[in-house]
């Protein structure tokens, strides 16, 4: 892809906002939020349903006017010149609007007049983006024919097409299966090796753990801010992960224990929290060891982001 030419001055953070809040009548959505993002990172905002994640991005975007705060993007007040930064940045909303009646090609072109993109741009832009994504066989395809992981990958192309230097995406892979959520962040790691800063929104721990940093945010505020491996050493306690038959009764065995802080489940296995693995593994084994449970295997882990994100939302409520 080209060299993009909009580059952020050195040791400047790409984004920065102070105290940011968005009331809706009695709601606050985002609740005195700070971010300081730095230029050419992977940022991530993790958090449940509701947290105000894509409030946030949309104050940072400059589409939606905050109800207090300061916001900084690529060196631009957004809230006194919110035109100004919208050259610079790109934006995906959560349910991105493809033009299912248009082409690939045309949807591509749609987007570069809106953004004033000179057809010289256009073209070679279109090109690039075609080939990384490639989707260049799909060109002429209706929008509406394309398969989900496709759709969201030309959505992907329509927001790069005037070549910003922050990116921001709300759950760009949310529903895409597997497969298409490795290609589409190859994309977004070439982007990266080009110097475009990236916020991601996700509720998929995976993809926060391809973060350089990561927000936790819960009700409008950002709890922790750090490195995936960071957050994991602020986990208090240890994690174990049981392996055992009936898992129904298996949990409420376990969560019955004074030593078990918290009981969370992943697929077949469970994941508890205790203070210390070497001295509660022991009260752990001795409470499944009952007739009717089957136990596989009682293991120490390293907490997953979601451990950590579970615990410290938990500890905050
Ligand atoms: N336009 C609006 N009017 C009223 N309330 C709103 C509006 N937009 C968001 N909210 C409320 O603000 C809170 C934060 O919403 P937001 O959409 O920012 O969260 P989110 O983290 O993006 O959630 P999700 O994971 O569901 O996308 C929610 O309680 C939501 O109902
Ligand atoms: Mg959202």
Not at 38 to 60: H, Q
Not at 91 to 117: K, W
Not at 210 to 238: E, I, Q, S, Y
Request: aromatic content about 6%; proline content about 5%.
């Amino acid at each position: 892809m080209a060299t993009h030419d909009r580059t952020i001055q050195d040791g400047a953070p790409a984004i920065r906002a102070r105290g940011l809040r968005k009331s809706f009548d009695e709601i606050t959505a985002v609740d005195g939020l700070e971010l300081e993002v730095r230029a050419g990172e992977i940022f991530g905002l993790v958090g449940p349903d509701g947290a105000g994640k894509t409030t946030t991005l949309r104050m940072l975007c400059g589409i939606l006017d905050p109800s207090g705060g300061e916001a900084e993007v690529a060196g631009i007040d957004v809230i006194r010149h919110p035109e100004a930064v919208k050259p610079l940045i790109g934006y995906m909303p959560q349910r991105f609007s493809l033009y299912g009646d248009l082409t690939v090609g045309e949807n591509l072109r749609f987007f570069a007049n809106i953004y004033r993109v000179s057809k010289a741009d256009r073209l070679a832009r279109e090109q690039t983006l075609l080939d990384a994504s490639r989707m260049a066989p799909f060109r002429d395809r209706l929008a509406q024919h394309l398969s989900g992981g496709m759709k969201q990958k030309l959505a992907l192309a329509c927001t790069l097409i005037h070549t910003p230097s922050v990116l921001f995406l709300d759950e760009p892979t949310t529903g895409v299966d597997p497969v298409s959520r490795r290609d589409f962040w190859k994309i977004l790691y070439t982007l990266v090796k080009e110097g475009v800063t990236l916020v991601v929104s996700t509720p998929y721990m995976d993809e926060a753990e391809r973060c350089n940093r990561v927000a936790l945010m819960a009700k409008g505020r950002v709890l922790l801010c750090d490195t995936p491996d960071a957050l994991r050493t602020r986990m208090r306690g240890d994690m174990l992960e049981i392996l055992a038959e009936p898992q129904r009764r298996v949990r409420d065995l376990l969560a019955a224990l004074p030593a078990v802080q918290n009981v969370q489940v992943f697929g077949d296995r469970l994941h508890i929290r205790v203070a210390d693995a070497a001295r509660d593994e022991a009260a752990v084994a001795a409470a499944l060891h009952v007739p009717e449970v089957t136990v596989t295997s009682i293991r120490r882990v390293v907490p997953s982001l979601e451990d950590v994100f579970i615990s410290i939302v938990s500890e905050d409520a």
